[in-house]
């Protein structure tokens, strides 16, 4: 069975950091894009990140750019969100997700973990 794992959420203030991992088995996720997506109550999921297989490439959704690191260690099969200067508005379940084809279209992934909770409070 192909997962992915997410893992490192929680409730923590605001400006506060916080680190995700998402460990995937069952296979190795070469030349797979690896996504953040997050989704709040009552709203559309939406991205968040993505990086390139070699790493090489990675993309932000504007609310967070600046704030959030995404990164992976293909030795690990594991890609991590470094989160920097969280915002309630980032409270959300946060889902990894890897495609083989374009980053920002979720209908394009082919495997979902079951997401981690991220609490920030005000």
């Known amino acids: 069975q192909v997962q992915l794992v997410e893992s490192g959420g929680g409730l923590v203030q605001a400006g506060d950091s916080l680190r995700l991992s998402c460990a995937g088995s069952?296979?190795?996720?070469?030349?797979?894009?690896m996504g953040w997506f997050r989704q709040a109550p009552g709203k559309e999921r939406e991205f968040v990140a993505a990086?390139?297989?070699?790493?090489?490439?990675?993309y932000y959704a504007d609310s967070v750019k600046g704030r959030f690191t995404i990164s992976r260690d293909n030795a690990k099969n594991t890609v991590y969100l470094q989160m920097n200067r969280v915002k309630p508005e980032d409270t959300a379940v946060y889902y990894c997700?890897?495609?083989?084809?374009?980053?920002?279209?979720?209908?394009?992934?082919?495997?979902w973990g079951q997401g981690t909770q991220v609490t920030v409070s005000s």
């Open positions: 990086i390139s297989w070699s790493g090489g490439s990675t």
């Open positions: 069952g296979r190795t996720f070469s030349s797979y894009y």
């Open positions: 997700a890897a495609t083989p084809g374009d980053y920002d279209d979720p209908l394009q992934y082919d495997y």
